[in-house]
């Protein structure tokens, strides 16, 4: 047997052309089409890169009478320099630095949270801040 790979990762957002535009300006994805998911507005994104899917466990204690929807808690994304990713991406409408930058041992790391605050970790690996 041959080992999985992901194949997609499926966004919920409630401003779609912000979300094309945070994904094709910030990150350099390709718009592929625009189609309907359902009866939903929906659109499909190269975004170039094979990732790891990271599963976070939610607290039991943080669970109510009302169930929560879990997802996720970020998307990583490996960039080749840090200042010009953060340049980019914080240029876009809507979008803020969550956390960081932060220099670790082997990389750098900074948190941004674009539209619908979904938050994307951008990782520079063996790279020193200024």
């Known amino acids: 047997m041959s080992t999985p790979t992901l194949g997609h990762i499926h966004l919920f957002c409630n401003d779609l052309?912000?979300?094309v535009e945070f994904w094709?300006?910030?990150?350099e994805a390709k718009l592929v089409k625009y189609r309907k998911f359902g009866s939903c507005d929906g659109a499909v994104l190269n975004i170039g890169v094979s990732a790891y899917l990271y599963v976070k466990a939610i607290p039991c204690?943080?669970?109510s009478s009302e169930p929560l929807l879990a997802g996720f808690d970020h998307i990583g994304m490996e960039v080749p320099d840090m200042q010009a990713a953060l340049d980019r991406l914080l240029a876009l409408p809507g979008v803020r630095l969550h956390k960081g930058p932060k220099q670790r041992e082997s990389d750098a790391i900074a948190f941004v949270a674009g539209p619908d605050n979904i938050l994307v970790e951008l990782r520079a690996p063996k790279q020193l801040l200024p």
């Open 17 to 19: 052309e912000k979300t």
């Open 61 to 63: 204690a943080s669970f």
């Open 24 to 27: 094709t300006k910030g990150f």
